[in-house]
């Protein structure tokens, strides 16, 4: 019996021209009426997610896991109900790695705002904010610290291969201090220490009284690995690498496919049909 459901958004509820099958639509419908909680769960921003969730439909009050673990909202009115930020002591440090990356952009993503320090905007970097409906901003740190607005994650953003170089000259010393994850060829997400989809799902679960073993997961990523084998059930989407259909349980269609549908039909509402015989 599941109880609750985590859904990642890109590659996972929203197909590859970043919109929400009407399977998708229609089954999530079902496991409402059935009693089952939704929650995504995303690296993207408020502004990246709301969106989606209003095309859902949903009148209940589920929940929203954002910016790959660090904060968690009440999606009927999007009170925030717990966060994580980064510190500025902690961002001083981020922004000095950049120092020996010229092809490296930090950006700050915070409740309302995306910022990049920097006297422009990159190219990459706004392509990353229209993703999310943002407009990025750019910013010095120092003007930034004037504004004492919490940063739930930076992100380093450059082109790929200069992310790969980065990644490979500082993730084990980034890793010592931060939770890291490289969810797109082009960006590095670092997050304050110990966050993940999985430990903000941990937490709203035991809040809800959901045992993990009545908790399913469904995701395609990196940034889903500890989500998915956190939950009882983690399944992986048929467009998911190799490596993270390996670890998961079960393996859905892919996300032109409805994947999501058939995860919810085939593990969420069969049992539930059952009871019902």
């Not at 980065?166 to 797109?184: D, G, M, N, W, Y």
């Amino acid at each position: 019996m599941i109880d609750l459901i985590a859904i990642d958004l890109d590659g996972t509820l929203l197909n590859r021209s970043k919109e929400i099958p009407a399977a998708n639509r229609t089954a999530i419908a079902k496991a409402i009426a059935h009693n089952i909680k939704i929650v995504l769960c995303t690296g993207r921003p408020l502004s990246g997610t709301r969106p989606y969730f209003d095309q859902l439909g949903l009148s209940e009050n589920e929940y929203s896991i954002l910016y790959n673990g660090c904060a968690t909202y009440n999606s009927s009115d999007w009170t925030l109900r717990s966060c994580h930020a980064l510190s500025f002591d902690e961002l001083d440090y981020l922004y000095h790695l950049t120092a020996d990356f010229p092809g490296i952009s930090l950006t700050l993503a915070t409740q309302k705002h995306y910022f990049v320090l920097a006297d422009t905007v990159p190219p990459i970097v706004q392509a990353d904010g229209d993703l999310v409906f943002l407009t990025v901003e750019p910013i010095t740190l120092t003007q930034f610290k004037t504004l004492n607005e919490p940063v739930f994650n930076a992100l380093y953003m450059g082109d790929p291969k200069a992310v790969t170089a980065f990644e490979r000259a500082l993730r084990p010393q980034l890793a010592k201090a931060f939770s890291v994850v490289r969810s797109q060829d082009y960006l590095l997400e670092v997050l304050p220490q110990g966050i993940t989809k999985a430990s903000a799902l941990k937490e709203l679960a035991n809040d809800l009284g959901v045992p993990k073993e009545r908790l399913m997961a469904i995701g395609d990523a990196a940034n889903d690995i500890e989500m998915l084998t956190y939950a009882g059930l983690g399944v992986a989407m048929g467009n998911a690498t190799e490596s993270i259909k390996q670890l998961a349980d079960a393996i859905t269609a892919d996300c032109d496919q409805a994947g999501v549908a058939q995860a919810i039909y085939t593990y969420a509402l069969k049992p539930h049909h059952k009871d019902e015989d």
